[in-house]
């Protein structure tokens, strides 16, 4: 079990900060370890959103998590974008600031989605370059996030676990780990989500995913819109025997149920940790 390099406290278990649950937020005020923003909803907005994010940020601990970064893209980094992420970041005062191991488009047009990267150490050269200067540019380390993936490239030279590690290394960043992510993307591609999880170097996961998704028989989606299912909560604790406790969040952001319920499966993580420290006794 190890501590991330830059000592980020574990925070204990969060949920996404989203529009159904705000009301609930402000009036109940219930006890949460931190809420994950998603980073691109508060930068071009005013009004009632950044309102209530200036409340929950006043109470609660606040991380962001952006699908905007595109680090492995060939467009030019997008500067403006970025000085906009650091300006919220001050804001809100965010813990750390995170994206995902991806390209999200090419040639001034945003296709909405996570591409997955080919592995090969040209990309891995171009990336971690790119990641060294957005840390720059953003004056704190950022943590990415492994992909849930659907198809694989074949000038691939390595796997997606040896990559990562290499880029977390190279960049000198941190890694946002998603359990989830692992297990659905071992499902489509084939592959033991141990061996990815005894490969990640634990000193640099800042914080933990976890979510439900859609198994659609020959192949599952990362939908983000249910419970998470047994096996992941069983990857899970293999992560925390592996890599050790970390601020861990449960993401639901499709068909949202009540406040309650998501709060309720984001505590399961809480039973997790508790098991596993005192197996660890």
């Known amino acids: 079990m190890t501590r991330n390099l830059w000592h980020f406290k574990d925070l204990g278990t969060g949920v996404g900060l989203r529009a159904p649950h705000f009301g609930h937020i402000l009036g109940e005020k219930p006890e949460v370890g931190f809420f994950e923003i998603l980073t691109e909803n508060y930068l071009d907005t005013g009004g009632r959103p950044l309102y209530i994010l200036d ?28 000085a906009k992420v650091k300006a919220l970041a001050k804001r809100t ?28 150490e040209e990309a891995l050269r171009h990336t971690a370059d790119r990641v060294r200067i957005i840390q720059d540019v ?10 849930s993936t659907y198809l694989e490239f074949v000038p691939s030279s390595m796997t997606e676990w040896e ?8 960049a000198d ?13 071992a499902f489509n591609h084939g592959f033991d989500p141990k061996t990815y999880i005894d490969a990640i170097p634990g000193e640099r996961v800042c914080h933990y995913h976890l979510a439900g998704h ?22 899970y604790g293999y992560t925390l025997r592996r890599i050790g ?17 998501v709060h309720a499966e984001a505590l399961k993580a809480q039973v997790w940790r508790d098991k596993e420290v005192r197996r660890a006794a």
């Open 55 to 82: 409340q929950v940020a006043e109470r609660y601990p606040i991380v962001m998590h952006g699908v905007s970064m595109s680090v492995g893209s060939t467009d030019p980094l997008d500067f403006a974008y970025l």
């Open 93 to 120: 005062k965010a813990q750390w600031v995170s994206d995902h191991v991806c390209w999200t488009g090419v040639v001034g047009r945003n296709t909405h989605d996570l591409l997955p990267l080919p592995y090969t």
């Open 138 to 147: 953003l004056e704190r380390p950022v943590a990415l996030e492994n992909p």
């Open 163 to 170: 990559f990562i590690a290499r880029l977390a290394s190279e």
């Open 173 to 185: 960043c941190g890694l946002l780990f998603d359990v989830n992510n692992v297990y659905v993307s």
């Open 214 to 235: 859609t198994h659609k028989g020959t192949h599952i989606l990362d939908t983000h819109s249910d419970y998470v299912v047994d096996p992941v909560w069983e990857l």
């Open 245 to 261: 406790s970390r601020a861990t969040l449960l993401e639901w952001d499709a068909d949202i149920p009540p406040f309650d319920v």
